[in-house]
């Protein structure tokens, strides 16, 4: 590859042409070979992590109990058992956050496009980037000290949702303002020659052209989220058996899962429930990001 | 329907900046004016005016009166979407609603009004349609998206969908300017079919279009660099054409500058 | 005309009149889309905003004001929570480096050691995610195949979207007894450099920041990458097409164009990287074993960064008192993250060739 890339940089017919000094030549290969090297210590460990969770989790996912059966009433030692308990809580918690997060999202976006002058709109884009820069176990912090300290409410799914609403938000709003932007101002001013008020041009022309983008963003948004241990591990204890309630009790989510396996449970039975679980989390999330390409395929205006 | 247009003494600004000096002139019903000049001489600012369209870019405001049959579009009690639902208006690149199909981006305008009653949504598409000049080319395939069709065919869809809302006048901001010659050719016989029934004002770079179509011509110029727009004459096509009053529109036609 | 002829208005002037519809005559306009205006009589004066646009003009206002609100909100709550136990402390919670919350009526905690260690474990980060990363930005800017970059650039995308537990389950259980060789290789050639000293966590188990910092590195590898690879791309064709004509190799073209105009968002993005890495709470919480050691100042040290330290006394919970000793280091951390991230951005917003 390296000489490949060399012979571009080359004049197309040499003799005519001044040499390259050994100097230059050497300098420009070194680069290229660092660059290269460079991507690939970027991939390794992405691939190294997947098998490791792969080659360690398959066992335990491949057994049909594992998705049927929570781990209530099992000993740390005990074989069998399964996970639907932590990914019910995983879903019924990230989804609670993304119906929170998503329309003040959208809305924070479409009043940064649509209508944001001035020093509010300058404030509200710099405290979007700084929210974003949050870190998890603050934002689970500070929900614990305004939900459970202060307003008195015992820990549960949902306080957990509301941690998880801090880290989802700016994701959502950057991207949704990303795609709203993209729409045509010619739209929205053909909109308005139609007679049609500003809140109706933006509900029904601009979101409608823009949502497959905004709709993966908030796919893309909500797979980070569902990955998020720091709020977890302050906002709600671990319960093996299942908790249908958000509002109240112990309840389980595949990264508290793995933590507690991981805190309380020395036996290779708890290392095995460990991959397991991060086998699991790892498919819904990849089933996630496929869902936010197929989704936006589906949305997507279309040509023909 | 068509009704004729008075604008009286008309001032532009962007925020400090005077846009447009001053513009007087009076539009008849069932007429075509065209607007010419060099660019930046405000021909397009003052069509936008004309139906309050400025208003969307920030900063942008107006002084003077523009009368409709009469009726000032800026008294204070006037809403501007209910004078743009009046005042229709077709921009310079076709820009039919990505998501809608033909057939929605023609009644785009009623459906979003509030109008959900189908026969006779249906009704006033193949109406517009047809008085577009587009119904027989699309009328198998209205449920398909209307970016699918040529950019002639959208710019006409285009004019579809603003004269579906029973507009009295029609603007037109360079229609044909991103069109190759045959659409462009579409479009010209389709103004002076729409002449029957619309006031229209069509802004234009070309001035064999004004010619084609137009009954009066207005001729903007800038006063100077960095000074506004103003109106420097407008009469029948023909005569400005021929015999103009200034010496400034002369030069212009005959391509001395601009 | 154009919109950049548009400057602000003076107070006053009829700004964005249109978009939120001043006038009068609502009701009638939605029920009769094709009444031409002048045929309903002209009713006064009042000028009255379209409900629809007033409702949602605000609705989209207050979120705005929300998000200013919410960072607030987060500063003061957790200000309020720490200041009794800071009152309460019975070190300086500056400078100590004990932590002991277990008995509310004698906190003894001081911040040090957390930010020692939070540091050492962001630098370790810095140190291998900056080299690396401006090599992935160059590589899928100025090196890959066209039809490739895309792909590429997906793939290190990816690394974001592996939830940071099990990069810290794989940092310690897989690639920390890999890592082993290489750190003892170090200890025993750069020992005598008290960075690379013996530590006071087992060197096999591999529990130490130098661990942590490579996982934390690797982890940062995909934000350092996107914003430079975006600022790259940025870089004016002109420019480049001008350094090509004078015969530069691809490598001269890098330096002398793409590094020089990308610089700025390079160093933006490792701020914006640093401020992730002072954050991350999982993975540290898992590598670093040690927690209630005292830095030594070696990478083969364990330890507690803020993060690591909260989250795992967080099971315990429970006495006001103890829990405002863990918000105090909250505060700290989120006032850490807060300048960093502010530095960082503020790098980039001055810079006009970015937008």
């Given at each position: 590859m390296t000489t490949a890339t060399l012979d571009v940089n080359q004049?197309?017919?040499?003799?005519?042409f001044q040499h390259l000094s050994t100097g230059r030549r050497v300098k420009n290969g070194i680069a290229t070979a660092l660059v290269w090297l460079a991507f690939l210590v970027a991939v390794i460990p992405l691939v190294w992590v997947l098998v490791s969770v792969l080659a360690r989790g398959a066992h335990m996912v491949a057994n049909a109990d594992w998705w049927q059966q929570s781990l209530g009433g099992l000993l740390g030692d005990d074989v069998g058992g399964g996970v639907y308990h932590a990914i019910y809580g995983s879903l019924v918690q990230s989804l609670m956050c993304a119906v929170i997060a998503v329309p003040i999202g959208l809305l924070v976006a479409i009043y940064l496009v649509e209508y944001g002058r001035g020093r509010l709109a300058k404030a509200t884009t710099f405290m979007v980037d700084i929210l974003s820069g949050v870190p998890s176990i603050v934002a689970a912090l500070f929900i614990y000290a305004m939900w459970i300290t202060t307003l008195g409410f015992n820990r549960s799914g949902f306080a957990v949702s509301l941690a998880l609403v801090l880290l989802m938000l700016p994701v959502v709003v950057r991207s949704s303002e990303d795609m709203l932007r993209l729409v045509p101002d010619e739209l929205r001013e053909a909109s308005y020659a139609l007679g049609i008020p500003k809140w109706k041009t933006i509900v029904k022309i601009v979101i409608p052209t823009a949502l497959s983008g905004i709709l993966t963003g908030i796919m893309l948004a909500l797979a980070r989220v569902m990955g998020e241990t720091a709020p977890v591990l302050v906002l709600v204890g671990y319960s093996g058996y299942i908790n249908y309630d958000l509002f109240s009790g112990e309840m389980a989510s595949l990264p508290l899962l793995m933590n507690s396996e991981r805190v309380s449970n020395p036996s290779p039975i708890g290392t095995d429930r460990i991959w397991g679980a991060a086998l699991t989390l790892v498919i819904i999330i990849a089933l996630f990001n496929l869902a936010a390409t197929l989704l936006s395929r589906l949305v997507a205006p279309k040509k023909k | 329907m068509a009704k004729r247009i008075d604008v009286k003494d008309l001032n532009i600004y962007y925020g400090k900046f005077h846009a447009v000096d001053g513009v007087t002139l009076s539009v008849p019903p069932r007429s075509v004016t065209a607007f010419i000049g060099p660019s930046g001489c405000g021909k397009s600012t003052v069509l936008r005016s004309l139906n309050r369209m400025h208003e969307v870019i920030p900063g942008a405001r107006v002084e003077g009166d523009v009368l409709l049959d009469g009726q000032n579009i800026y008294a204070s009690a006037v809403d501007p979407v209910q004078v743009r639902r009046t005042i229709g208006m077709v921009f310079q690149r076709p820009n039919p609603f990505p998501t809608m199909s033909i057939r929605d981006n023609v009644v785009a305008g009623l459906k979003l009004a509030g109008v959900r009653n189908k026969s006779q949504l249906d009704e006033v598409a193949e109406r517009a349609l047809r008085g577009a000049n587009l119904w027989n080319e699309v009328k198998d395939r209205l449920n398909r998206p209307g970016g699918g069709l040529s950019g002639g065919q959208q710019q006409r869809l285009c004019i579809a969908r603003a004269i579906a809302v029973r507009p009295d006048v029609l603007l037109m901001d360079e229609p044909c300017s991103a069109l190759d010659p045959i659409s462009t050719l579409a479009i010209e016989d389709l103004i002076t079919e729409l002449k029957k029934d619309y006031t229209i004002v069509i802004v234009t770079h070309n001035m064999q279009q004004a010619a084609r179509v137009s009954d009066q011509t207005a001729f903007f110029n800038l006063a100077g660099v960095g000074q506004p727009g103003r109106l420097v004459e407008i009469d029948d096509t023909e005569k400005i054409f021929?015999?103009?009053?200034?010496k400034a529109t002369e030069d212009y036609i005959s391509g001395r500058f601009g | 005309m154009s919109e950049s002829s548009a400057t602000p208005t003076p107070a006053g002037a009829s700004v964005d009149s249109g978009n939120t519809g001043v006038g009068g005559r609502v009701p009638s306009a939605d029920t009769t889309p094709e009444g031409p205006i002048s045929a309903q009589p002209v009713t006064g004066n009042k000028t009255k905003v379209r409900p629809g646009d007033r409702i949602f003009r605000g609705l989209t206002t207050g979120s705005g004001v929300l998000v200013v609100v919410l960072i607030g909100l987060i500063g003061l709550f957790l200000l309020v929570q720490a200041i009794p136990s800071i009152g309460l402390d019975q070190v300086n919670f500056l400078t100590s480096r004990e932590w002991s919350t277990n008995d509310p009526a004698n906190l003894r905690f001081g911040i040090l050691d957390l930010l020692l260690v939070t540091v050492a474990t962001s630098v370790v980060a810095l140190v291998i995610a900056m080299p690396v990363s401006l090599g992935i930005a160059l590589f899928l800017t100025q090196y890959a195949p066209p039809k490739l970059a895309r792909p590429f650039a997906y793939a290190v995308d990816l690394l974001a979207a592996v939830p940071s537990i099990i990069f810290g389950l794989w940092g310690l259980y897989v690639l920390a007894p890999q890592l082993a060789p290489i750190a003892s290789w170090l200890n025993d050639t750069l020992g005598f450099i008290p960075i690379f000293a013996d530590g006071n966590v087992s060197s096999e188990i591999g529990g130490t920041i130098f661990t942590a910092g490579v996982v934390l590195g690797i982890m940062l590898l995909p934000i350092i990458t996107s914003l430079t690879r975006e600022v790259f791309q940025r870089t004016p064709v002109a420019q480049i097409e001008g350094a090509l004509a004078l015969g530069a190799t691809r490598w001269e073209v890098i330096r002398t164009t793409v590094l020089p105009f990308g610089k700025a968002g390079y160093i933006s993005a490792s701020m914006l990287g640093l401020g992730r890495a002072l954050g991350e709470t999982i993975a540290l919480t898992i590598i670093l074993l040690a927690p209630s050691t005292t830095f030594g100042g070696s990478i083969f040290d364990g330890g507690a960064t803020f993060a690591s330290k909260i989250a795992s006394a967080s099971s315990e919970f429970n006495d006001p008192r103890s829990v405002g000793a863990y918000i105090t280091a909250g505060l700290v951390l989120f006032l850490l993250t807060f300048l960093v991230n502010f530095a960082g951005r503020a790098i980039v917003s001055g810079k006009k060739e970015y937008r």
């Open positions: 004049p197309a017919t040499p003799p005519a | 021929s015999n103009p009053t200034q | -």
